[in-house]
């Protein structure tokens, strides 16, 4: 299948749009990142490399955050800032506090179609996805799952992290329950839940039908548009938005 693996961000994608879903993974992007994508890539390797800082000993917050920056535009480099020196992470310092505990940074996870954990790279897999933060403990067989947010809350992210908390219930197999927190760090806001073992396996059964449903749609070339066509910046290219405002399409989806 074309459009495997699949991944929280490629599902959310489908569900603002699959004409935008179907574009994404079959025509070559050129269009450059915006200023929000930069500062959000940005604010991502800063928590990044402060967390690996930690682990080691060590939290130059300062030059981590030159490096960081890098390549931003002032304009960019402000909002950084706000961003990081604005906003409280004391919350996180439990994750660095106790030698029982597994942390994971960025960790790639994959899993096939029956749950079972695989390589991220593996043409077995068929889910995967790359969680900001987590931490398991052991003793608790409970783990903190972190989803750093920079843009105005929205109610995808909320299943986006329902889908990261599959993967670690299926790479953990002694975990019973996963606290997830959706950190807003543009409002320095928490979100919270609690998750269970079984409420995940159910809803990853919703998952598969979910991606059942794309493709068999996207076999039957069932592309229709979302409701974001105005600052899509792909829309020049869409078939499905030409055929919207009556234009002629010329192109191949």
């Known amino acids: 299948m074309i459009f495997r693996p699949y991944s929280p961000s490629s599902l959310v994608q489908y569900q603002h749009c699959p004409a935008f879903f179907k574009f994404k993974r079959t025509i070559p992007q050129t269009s450059p990142p915006t200023p929000a994508e930069n500062v959000g890539k940005a604010f991502h390797r800063f928590q990044s490399q ?12 300062n030059k981590i955050f030159i490096d960081a920056s890098a390549g931003l535009t002032a304009d960019e480099q402000k909002r ?3 961003l990081v020196y ?16 597994d942390i994971g940074i960025e960790r790639k996870l994959a899993i096939d179609e029956e749950m079972n954990t695989c390589d991220f790279e593996s043409k077995t897999a068929y889910f995967r996805g790359i969680p900001d933060f987590f931490w398991v403990i052991n003793s608790e067989k409970k783990a903190v799952l972190v989803d750093f947010k920079t843009g105005a809350e929205n109610p995808m ?31 320095s806001y928490l979100a919270q839940d609690l998750v269970t073992r079984v409420k995940q396996i159910e809803f990853f059964e919703k998952i598969r039908g979910m991606i059942g449903e794309i493709e068999h749609r996207m076999s039957l070339d069932d592309t229709k548009t979302g409701k974001h066509c105005d600052w899509c910046e792909l829309k020049k290219n869409c078939r499905e938005w030409k055929k919207k405002h009556g234009f002629k399409f010329m192109g191949s989806i």
């Open 50 to 61: 402060m967390a690996w800082e930690r682990l080691s000993g060590r939290s130059d917050m």
């Open 80 to 82: 950084l800032k706000s």
């Open 86 to 101: 604005h906003h409280n992470f004391q919350y996180l310092l439990p994750a660095f506090d106790s030698s029982n505990r």
């Open 157 to 187: 992210y909320f299943f986006q992290i329902q889908c990261y908390s599959i993967l670690l219930f299926a790479f953990y197999p002694a975990l019973q329950e996963i606290e997830t927190i959706l950190d807003f760090a543009g409002a």
